[in-house]
């Protein structure tokens, strides 16, 4: 795992997420289905993680240690929640670094902020990523990312591509 790659990638999604509200189930949850949709698409991961369960849903390996990171080094605030029910903020202090990124992966990463941010709650977005694989999984253990699309791993059947479409439909991602 590249911990300087997880660590751009969770910079790079508070960027984004500053003109959304982004809130803390929100950010591990962009990371987690980013890497998924990337993982649907183009067989490879922007984070650079491993996803791995813990008590409240998957998060990438080293998360916490990343985004401690970030605030430790000045690249970001964590601004603790202002009053009861309200979610944890991200305040971007120095522009994301994206080196090693192409225009693809910014491109996913930027459409999930937008439509996690914009069209889910933070309960519908565990409802999303708690599938059957993260309920059976010990907490820390790997969950692997074709759980979440069972039939994007080989869609080799009409059937199946047209499945998988409608998965990544389901979650906010638009084919062009």
Sequence with gaps: MSTARLKS????????????????TQ?????VLSDVV?????RKIISGAKIVKAPYGPIPHGYQDAL??????GSIRVLP?????????YEVLTPPALDGFDAEDTAILEEIVRVV??????????????NEAWEVSDNGEE??????????VIPSTPEQIQTTRKE?????????
């Design 38 to 42: 990337s993982f649907c698409n183009r």
């Design 117 to 130: 941010c914009g069209k889910y709650t933070a309960g519908a977005l565990s409802d999303l990523t708690h």
């Design 68 to 73: 401690d990171a970030l605030e430790l080094e």
């Design 27 to 31: 950010l591990t949850k962009s990371v």
């Design 81 to 89: 929640p202002a009053r009861d029910y309200q979610s944890t903020r």
């Design 168 to 176: 990544l439909e389901a979650i906010g991602y638009e084919f062009i």
């Design 9 to 24: 990638t969770i910079h790079f999604v508070c960027f984004i997420g500053q003109r959304y509200g982004l809130g803390a």
């Design 143 to 152: 969950i692997p990312l074709a759980a979440y699309f069972p039939s994007c």
